[in-house]
Nanobody
Framework: QVQLVESGGGLVQAGGSLRLSCAVS????????MTWFRQAPGKERQFVAG????????SYGDSVKGRFIISRDNAKNTVSLQMNSLEPEDTAVYYC?????????????????WGQGTQVTVSS
């Protein structure tokens, strides 16, 4: 059974930074395309960032391009999301999601495995 656990969320002022991490159990981790989605209260789940199996290809949602960076460490079975220049609109629960695919998909329904989420709150 594949399990994902997010950490690193918290409260930060606008313009600040946070780094989220997702620890993944289940092998081989390198088979999984890894993604971050987020969901604010009353809103649909939104694609944030994704990285393919070998880390050679990344994708970002339009609202976070140039501010967020996704990375992975296959030796440690982790994926991270460095969030810079945070805005109040970034406030949401952030979820790590994975699936055994060769490319990054931006649709949440494409992913079978999800973490429990970590709260990110950005104050103005």
């Amino acid at each position: 059974q594949v399990q994902l656990v997010e950490s690193g969320g918290g409260l930060v002022q606008a313009g600040g930074s946070l780094r989220l991490s997702c620890a993944v159990s289940g092998r081989p981790f390198s088979r999984y395309t890894m993604t971050w989605f987020r969901q604010a209260p009353g809103k649909e789940r939104q694609f944030v960032a994704g990285i393919n199996r070998n880390g050679g290809s990344t994708s970002y949602g339009d609202s976070v391009k140039g501010r967020f960076i996704i990375s992975r460490d296959n030796a440690k079975n982790t994926v991270s999301l460095q969030m810079n220049s945070l805005e109040p609109e970034d406030t949401a629960v952030y979820y790590c999601a994975a699936d055994d695919t060769s490319v990054v998909f931006t649709t949440s329904s494409m992913y079978d495995y999800w973490g429990q989420g970590t709260q990110v709150t950005v104050s103005s």
